[in-house]
């Protein structure tokens, strides 16, 4: 069984940082592509950023070049570094391992906001 556990998310000012983590419970983390969506209030949930289990990562426009994701495959863990943040960043963000099926995580807040 998966579970996908967010933690990390709060409230920040324009500019800040936040760091998000996922811990994943089971077998199968290490041999996952994992990725970070988000969805805001009224709207879909969209791709952040994705990463194979070889490491190689894929960005949304809207955040290259300010937020990192990355993995810790000894400690079940998926990390999404978030610089820069703009008041547009807000949304909760949603942890996600996909095998032949999605899961997901129940989400972290982020808002961003003076």
């Known amino acids: 069984q998966v579970q996908l556990v967010e933690s990390g998310g709060g409230l920040v000012q324009p500019g800040g940082s936040l760091r998000l983590s996922c811990a994943a419970s089971?077998?199968?983390?290490?041999?996952?592509?994992m990725g970070w969506y988000r969805q805001a209030p009224g709207k879909q949930r969209d791709l952040v950023a994705t990463?194979?289990?070889?490491?190689?990562?894929n960005y949304a426009d809207s955040v290259k070049g300010r937020f990192t994701i990355s993995r810790d495959n000894a400690k079940n863990t998926l990390y999404l570094q978030m610089n820069s943040l703009k008041p547009e960043d807000t949304a909760v963000y949603y942890c996600?391992?996909?095998?032949?099926?999605?899961?997901w995580g129940q989400g972290t807040q982020v808002t961003v906001s003076s």
């Open positions: 996600n391992m996909r095998r032949t099926v999605d899961y």
């Open positions: 089971g077998i199968f983390f290490s041999s996952s592509v």
């Open positions: 990463i194979t289990r070889g490491g190689t990562t």
